[in-house]
């Protein structure tokens, strides 16, 4: 019986929003008793988020506590929730550690309350807790449930159903084609009979998207002629835009766009990956780059424009999930994924994150105890 638990937390400030190893403390925990309606988990695996530093530099995980924002695949060891059971695997938030007490009852950390179909369909009071299907579990390893049937897989599947349905005469650009959510919306274009072109940052990256993900075209943003590149691969202009990134990126993208065109704006990379930190919460439009200018551009050629987070559609993530379960077995769409082994491990998995080129969502794999 494992009678305590492993726990990083955030235990020295940040010097010029610059993260290091020194940000992170190990401590060791004793397992609480659980109570009538909790369950206790084992985590399994976790996404690393590109808002973890943010929240660490303005206080959002406070000193000394761990980031219970996570999105984790865990499994329940013992239970006295009715809605969980000992050995089902859930998806869930989940602190820097190895085990966590859930609790269906327990609202999302974060994040508003559900509506009531996903409270319905989760038979939880959070958007992010819920019990995997037996199915699921048995098809896909977590690392897969967490990425492909998690936030990102579900937010590029939402956002290009919002934004289309997309056709094959749409000539469709992503943004971050090499990121987590860039690389479905891409594959997912592509399997729509799309021309396709990613963007991404250095040679390399774009040889990774045009390999990987099979699509016709990426270009380097990052090189100087970027605006020419641009121009040539879209001739006719741009239908659909799936835009992660925002900041300058998307000021010199959106041009391009169409009359009637859609704009899918789904994260600020821009913003989240700098050097220097905005220490403001600006609302969810402007910080995925839609500022007063690229506002006033889409009333003027009637671009439909999608902004939101996820958890929106997620009464209808089983569908969502068996549609990406075809394309996967098909072997038409392939999860991206970039997997840090070991629980010890996570502080530096999370320090590499704003420091090092990587495709695909980063996770973290903890070893059972």
Known sequence: MIRTYRQWIFARPMTGDRLGLEQFS???????????????????????????????AVGSTELG?????????AEVIHSRDPVFKEGDVVACQAGWQEYQVISSEDASVGYGPPSALVKTLNRTNSQWTYVFRPAMVEMWPPEVLMEMFGTSGMTAYFGTRECGPLMPRDRVAVAAASGSVGSIAAQLARIAGCHVVGFAGGADRCGWVREALRIQRCIDYKAHDFPQQLKAAFPEGID?????????LTQTVMPLVNDHGRLFS????????????????????????????????????????EAWIVDSFYHERLEAEDDLSRHLLSGALKPVT????????????????YATPRAGKLQVRFAGR
């Open 266 to 305: 789904y994260g600020g990379a821009a913003g989240l990956y700098a050097d220097t930190l905005s220490h403001e919460r600006p609302p969810l439009r402007r910080t995925f780059g839609i500022s007063d200018a690229v506002e006033t551009l889409l009333q003027q050629r009637n671009i439909k424009s």
């Open 240 to 248: 659909v835009f799936c835009d992660g990134v925002g900041g300058a």
């Open 26 to 56: 190990l401590r060791e925990l004793p397992i609480p008793d659980l109570k009538p309606g909790q369950a206790l988990v084992r985590v399994k695996l976790i996404n690393i988020h590109s808002g973890t530093r943010w929240r660490m």
């Open 338 to 353: 970039h997997v840090v082994e070991g629980f010890e491990a996570l502080p530096q998995a999370i320090v590499s994150l």
């Open 65 to 73: 506590a761990t980031d219970r924002t996570n999105y984790a695949c």
